[in-house]
């Protein structure tokens, strides 16, 4: 099983990458969506929720029948600020202006119910939190996995620094046993800086089956890796900052509905020790 989807760059208009339409997800898709200074893009989100994470620029929001929000984003990359998420409820009418030379988002689509309001959620909405300790230490932009502005979809970033492991001790998400662990689909979608960069992403489930799912990719900036299930730990390459944008989905909305490795769960007390 193929999981991985090499990345394109910017282009403009809207590319989908994962979802039910090719086969990798039942119930989220991942797009990247590239505007042009000049050329508006106008959408509808149909019986769709969708989640806008805007990589880089600026623009302005007109909802139809709706308000105008200017100013949206503006950021020059990820790393050099956190991230603004436009989250937008089905039947929903949009136009997205630029107010920059470009405009590159990441989006997530998955069918809700309609009655929640358009939202912004800004850099200075949610404070960043400190994950993992020493080689694992990561920082999480909780974006919408914290924020009531969705039905169903969860997207955020985490920021990983040269070297560094994430998602870890291995987590995983697809079994129903709630609170502790919830189904949820997921995507990651990788940019390095240096853009040159690469990372080691490795998804797999436990145990000695032979069928058992156990991939592991070598991912470099703009491709994206589907998660319909297993453990997903993932590690960025010395020299190479990486920020990931993931996108979880799925009947319920927990946060931290996941179970942990039982073979590496012993790093969560490792975790305390050295964060003491």
Request: aromatic residues 10%.
């Amino acid at each position: 099983m193929n999981l991985l989807i090499k990345g394109a760059g910017f282009q403009e208009g809207y590319c989908m990458i994962a979802g039910p339409a090719n086969g990798y997800l039942r119930m989220l898709e991942f797009g990247r969506l590239g505007v042009v200074r000049d050329r508006p893009y106008e959408g509808n989100t149909g019986d769709r929720e969708a989640v806008f994470d805007i990589i880089a620029g600026g623009c302005r929001i007109e909802i139809a029948g709706g308000d105008t929000i200017e100013n949206v984003g503006g950021r020059r990359d990820p790393f050099s600020a956190g991230p603004t998420l436009i989250c937008l409820p089905p039947r929903t009418s949009y136009r997205l202006t630029p107010l920059t030379a470009t405009l590159d988002m990441a989006v997530s689509l998955t069918p809700a119910d309609p009655g929640l309001p358009v939202a912004i959620v800004g850099p200075n909405d949610l404070p960043e939190q400190k994950a993992g300790a020493a080689n694992w230490s990561r920082t999480i932009r909780p974006g919408t996995s914290v924020a009531p502005t969705t039905r169903r979809l969860m997207m955020a970033e985490t920021l990983v620094g040269a070297g560094n492991w994430t998602s870890y001790p291995p987590h995983k998400h697809d079994v129903e046993n709630p609170p502790n662990e919830s189904v949820y689909e997921e995507v990651y979608f990788y940019l390095f800086k240096p853009a040159g960069g690469y990372g080691i992403q490795r998804v797999y489930e436990a145990g000695d089956d032979p069928g058992r799912l156990n991939e592991v990719y070598v991912v470099e900036d703009g491709d994206a890796v589907a998660i319909p299930r297993g453990f997903h730990p993932l590690v960025a390459a010395a020299g190479y900052q990486l920020c990931y944008i993931w996108a979880l989905c799925g009947v319920n909305r927990t946060y931290g509905a996941w179970s942990d490795d039982p073979a590496h769960v012993w790093i969560r007390g490792a975790e305390a020790i050295i964060n003491k």
